[in-house]
């Protein structure tokens, strides 16, 4: 029986469960709900929850563990001779014997005879039923793809009588409790509580997932390259490890490090004055009905996604940069060639500069409008202008919630991919004219992790020792940031 | 009464001293320079955002509608089926040579004379080269065509498409660009005779990804982008709101609780590149989904879009007042009576405007999706999450990527689907919010 029938049955036999003991609860109190201790609909919950739960659980592990087992199983019965050899042969021979024991299962019982102890007609017949195999198959693998397909058949029977008699277990056991002055509601809230827990504690296994998963698949990195190799290497030059040379090339990340922030400053310069401003104006002076208007209409700037700045970047400011500066070129010196490239540092600043404004606006309007106003009524009863009592009591008292600010957006600018793909280019080096190309380590990581992969190579592996470094990075940042704000936070409150 | 100095004392009024200069004006010129840099700022935004939506509109509204060519075309039993096998070997219908029919259709309409090839090539490469497969299909499914001839309305060429829209510019040189004089001629001709004709591009929505422009669409992106967005919905809203459920109302405070409560902040601030490795080594390496599915997509989408929805959760529940809570506590009711009965459905509307809110994000969120191998090429629709698929901020990368003209015009069309789908997102949440938002 398939897992989704499986599925099916036991949301069947829960709500079968429920109505059952309902109606069981409802019987005992005879009319009367205060002789029940819990509502009936407790009573019903409560025995399908042990109806479904174990069976769930059971279903699950069941799924989980048993491919495992029967491959070891398979394997173990393989030949002597096969045994013998390399484990990544016994890995394409067992892969072989899975795809087999796919293409088995389609064949009649008829087709199954002729096909047997005959390996070239048994291919014939799979890529005829749409199974195409990547060799012939070996006359063993006839033999373990039957156990296979054997083996997995007993083990689903077995999941499925298991999980049923579970299931219906579960709900008799339930049904026996049910009496008057059984605490149903207590017991299912306990069993909520339990869910609502495992919910909220998937934030913390993603964090683990996060560090987990690249820590192991750096490991694997760095037990090529040396770890002192990659973090003070300054040329990034990765080949592919040709059939003559071992060498894979050089993975160094300073030339990465160095292009992510040249293009986040020069986004930071774009961003952080216009984005201030704009939040001071805002907050200041902007009458109601001009903030109502321009708030929202900047904040949509947030709300665009990234891969439409970076089309914007590719087809009209970059073109329009590389025309402009070869018009000025032209004008200075009367040739006409352009010393700004379509695909530079700058065109990705100003482009994830324009971006970053409603990140920066925001933050920082909601800091200078929570200076409480007795600073401002203050400085303007002593006389200094808006403008002076801005610059001079609003700012400054306000000052390490917008570095918090600001810090967050830097973040933000480092971890930023679409925008600099499509607008940074791809070239690897240090350098420092604005005009030229640089790439940064969200680019090498989309290079390194698009077309064909082999997680073998430390070309692709290199794309986790790259993605720990941002996560570090930007986690340092962030950490530092929630600290600042937090603490400027609670001086006002 | 005293301090008023009668005027018949004959004391004098001393003058009003000369004002000390405090350079007033000189503060009041920066104060007013102060204002403008701040409306500066704001019209730069602003014009920035005017920009980019002119750009994109401008250069993607003509991709709704497509160039096509209506032809009489002669389904002649001698070039399909010249040994007359179809009823015994069906295969033959699919291998016939319909680029003939095309060719020799477009031909007599235009009055070539067949025997110059340069005017024949010219000719046939005014139709796309999907048009020989339409014709099969129509074939195929009906093989009773043959012998007849029939009005067919197939595509144009995309370069022809550009230049019936005015989008090649024709005072170049010939030798310049995609579409020659003759070409431009032949167009005007069938425009005058009413043959080719724009019409409203349905291909754009319904086709799968294709290497020729006039025929590619966002069918496969549209699907796959939907399950994406049905995955994040099924498992980050429950999920979302029962870990705020937890966090704000059972949470003991101690510091398991504070550190799931940084982490969650954190979790927001990853950049979700990040998240895309996350999925590739833990989803595809290590339990062995398939790549390029919109299942693993969803998985990671929803990871990334979890930290959103329960801080915005966790504020709705918090704007609840304590009153409701301790009614309900008083009449009885349990905990989670009182979370479940009272408090959640009242913070609903924040609930579910940040919900759209995240999943708006998860919808133009693209770097992820490069990492799984969402940018595959699909051509065909993916029927369950499990089939390979792209997203459609996915296709508007492919497409930015593609070297032809006519794409640029494509992506921009896709771009403006997008951005449709985000406002009529954004403004759910907003209406909602005005609908049933509460003060307190």
């Known amino acids: ?171 008799f056991y339930a049904l026996r409790a049910i009496a008057p002055r059984f605490r149903a509601r207590n017991r299912v809230e306990r069993v909520m509580l339990w ?92 009458s109601p009905k001009l903030r109502g208007v321009a708030k929202p209409l900047l904040e949509v700037l947030a709300g665009i996604p990234t891969i439409v700045y970076g089309f914007f970047a590719l087809v009209t400011v970059g073109p329009f940069l590389r025309d402009f500066s070869a018009q000025i070129s032209g004008l200075l010196s009367g040739s006409y060639t352009n010393f700004i490239q379509a695909q530079s540092v700058l065109t990705a600043g100003i482009v994830m500069g324009i971006m970053l404004i409603p990140y920066v606006s925001s933050l920082s309007d909601d800091i200078i409008t929570a200076v409480p106003r007795a600073l401002r009524d203050g400085s303007l009863g002593l006389g200094a202008t808006r403008s002076e009592t801005i610059k001079k009591v609003v700012l400054p008292a306000a000052l390490p919630g917008i570095v918090g600010a600001l810090l967050m957006t830097a973040s933000r600018a480092i971890g930023e991919t679409m925008i600099v793909v499509l607008a940074a280019g791809v070239a690897a080096r240090i350098q420092i004219n604005p005009f030229e190309p640089m790439t940064t380590v969200t680019v090498k990581i989309v290079n390194q992790l698009t077309g064909d992969l082999e997680f073998t190579s430390p070309q692709t592996l290199v794309a986790f020792a790259l993605g720990i470094t941002l996560f570090c990075i930007t986690l340092c940042l962030n950490i530092y940031a929630l600290y600042i704000v937090r603490k400027y936070r609670e001086q006002y409150e | 009464m005293t301090d008023i100095v009668s005027p018949t004392t004959g004391v004098t009024i001393s003058k009003a001293p000369a004002r000390r200069d405090i350079g007033i004006k000189r503060r009041y010129a920066a104060e007013r ?12 935004g602003l014009v920035f955002l005017f920009i980019l939506l002119w750009t994109v509109i401008g250069k993607g509204y003509t991709a709704f509608q497509q160039t096509a060519i209506t032809l009489p075309i002669e389904f002649s039993e001698k070039t399909i089926d010249p040994s007359n096998k179809r009823a015994t070997d069906p295969s033959v219908l699919v291998a016939a040579n319909y680029p003939v029919l095309l060719r020799d259709a477009i031909v007599k309409q235009l009055n070539i004379n067949a025997s110059s090839k340069p005017d024949v090539r010219d000719a046939s490469a005014m139709l ?37 829209k005015g989008q090649i510019d024709l005072s170049v040189d010939e030798k310049n660009r995609k579409v ?106 290590f339990v062995g989904l398939p790549r390029s599915a919109s299942l693993v997509g969803g998985l990671v989408l929803t990871l990334m879009t979890l930290p959103t929805i329960i801080i915005a959760t966790r504020a709705a ?107 009529v997102m954004n403004m759910g949440a907003i209406l909602l919010r005005r609908r049933f938002e509460r003060r307190w």
């Open chain 1, 1 to 171: 029986m398939s897992t989704s029938i499986i599925l099916l049955c036991l949301v069947v036999i829960g709500a079968a469960a429920y109505l059952v003991a309902r109606s069981r609860a409802s019987a005992l109190a005879g009319g009367r709900s205060s002789a029940l201790h819990s509502r009936p609909a407790y009573y019903g919950a409560y025995a399908a929850i042990w109806a479904v739960l174990p069976a769930l659980i059971v279903l699950c592990v069941w799924l989980s563990v048993s491919p495992g087992i029967i491959q070891t199983s398979v394997r173990s019965g393989f030949p002597a001779d096969v045994k013998a050899q390399a484990a990544v042969e016994q890995d394409l021979g067992y892969s072989m014997v899975a795809t087999v024991a796919r293409g088995l299962t389609m064949l009649s019982a008829d087709e199954t005879a002729t096909v047997a102890g005959d390996p070239a007609a048994l291919q014939a017949k799979l890529s005829e039923k749409g199974v195409p195999l990547a060799g012939q198959p070996q006359p063993y693998m006839l033999d373990a793809a039957k156990k296979l397909n054997t083996m997995s058949m007993t083990s689903r029977h077995a999941m499925t009588a298991v999980v049923f008699a579970l299931a219906v277990a579960g709900a």
């Open chain 1, 195 to 286: 869910g609502l827990l495992l919910a909220s504690s998937i934030a913390i296994l993603t964090t683990i997932g996060i560090v987990l998963s690249m820590l192991s698949e750096a490991a694997r990195f760095f037990a090529v390259v040396p770890a002192a190799d990659f973090f003070f290497g300054t040329v990034w030059d990765p080949r592919f490890a040709g059939a003559g040379s071992s060498s894979f090339g050089q993975f160094g990340l300073i030339p990465l490090l160095l292009g992510t922030l040249y293009i986040g400053l020069v986004a930071m310069l774009v961003a952080v004055p216009v984005g201030l401003f704009a939040a001071i104006y805002m907050a200041e002076y902007a």
């Open chain 2, 33 to 44: 320079r102060f204002q403008a840099y701040g409306i500066a700022a704001i019209s730069f």
């Open chain 2, 128 to 164: 796309s080269k999907s048009a020989p497969i339409q014709l099969r299909d129509m074939v195929v499914a009906d093989p009773s065509i043959i012998g007849k001839s029939v009005n067919v309305t197939v595509l144009a060429d995309a370069n022809v498409d550009s230049a019936n």
């Open chain 2, 180 to 285: 020659n004089d003759k070409q431009v001629g032949w167009m005007n001709e069938l425009k005058a005779s009413g043959a080719l004709h724009k019409q409203f591009n349905t291909g754009l929505f319904v086709n799968g990804n294709s290497s020729r422009p006039e025929a590619a669409g966002l069918g496969v992106a549209l699907i796959g982008s939907l399950y994406l967005m049905l995955i994040v919905l099924v498992l980050a809203l429950p999920i979302g709101v029962a870990a705020s459920i937890y966090l704000e109302e059972f949470a003991p405070k101690n510091r398991l609780t504070d550190l799931i409560e940084v982490n969650i902040n954190n979790l927001a601030a990853v950049p979700s590149i990040v998240y895309g490795l996350l999925g590739l080594s833990v989803f595809i390496n």
């Open chain 2, 317 to 423: 529940l918090r704007a609840v007042p304590p009153s409701i809570r301790a009614a309900a506590l008083g009449l009885g009711a349990s905990k989670m009576q009182m979370v479940f009965h009272h408090v959640l459905p009242l913070a609903m509307p924040g609930i579910l405007t940040g919900t759209i809110i995240g999943l708006a994000h998860a919808l133009g969120e693209t770097a992820p999706l490069l990492l799984i191998g969402m940018v595959a090429f699909v051509a065909n629709a993916p029927t369950t999450p499990l089939d390979p698929s792209t997203a459609l901020p996915v296709q508007v990368y492919m497409w930015a990527n593609e070297a032809e003209r006519a794409f640029v015009e494509r992506t921009s069309g896709a771009i403006i689907v997008l951005l449709l789908f985000l406002i």
